[in-house]
């Protein structure tokens, strides 16, 4: 079993910043893309940003040079940090990682933490 626990969300005004940590937990030799996907109401999950393990990373193109995400290979965490906020960004942010168990790779979710922009 695997657990990825995200912290960090919360209400920030238009043009804030926060800082999004997710940990990763459980029975897995090794951890290979982490990342991060957002779901508005109403709306479909969409991609935010990833980092592979040798900290490759790619970013929506929405996001791109206002996010920084990150990971701690050690401690099995990664993080997004969100800058210059707007009102669009306002969504449940859910932490994902691809993971070998065995000599399979599976995918996990995080239960997802809240962001809240205000105009």
């Known amino acids: 079993q695997v657990q990825l626990v995200e912290s960090g969300g919360g209400l920030v005004q238009a043009g804030g910043s926060l800082r999004l940590s997710c940990a990763a937990s459980?029975?897995?030799?090794?951890?290979?893309?982490m990342g991060w996907y957002r779901q508005a109401p109403g709306k479909q999950r969409e991609f935010v940003a990833d980092i592979t393990s040798a900290a490759n990373t790619n970013y929506a193109s929405s996001v791109r040079g206002r996010f920084t995400i990150s990971r701690d290979n050690a401690k099995n965490t990664v993080s997004l940090q969100m800058n210059t906020l707007k009102p669009e960004d306002a969504a449940a942010y859910y932490c994902s990682a691809t993971v070998q168990i065995g000599r399979a790779l599976e995918n996990y979710w995080g239960q997802g933490t809240q962001v809240t922009v205000s105009s």
């Open positions: 459980g029975s897995f030799s090794r951890i290979y893309t």
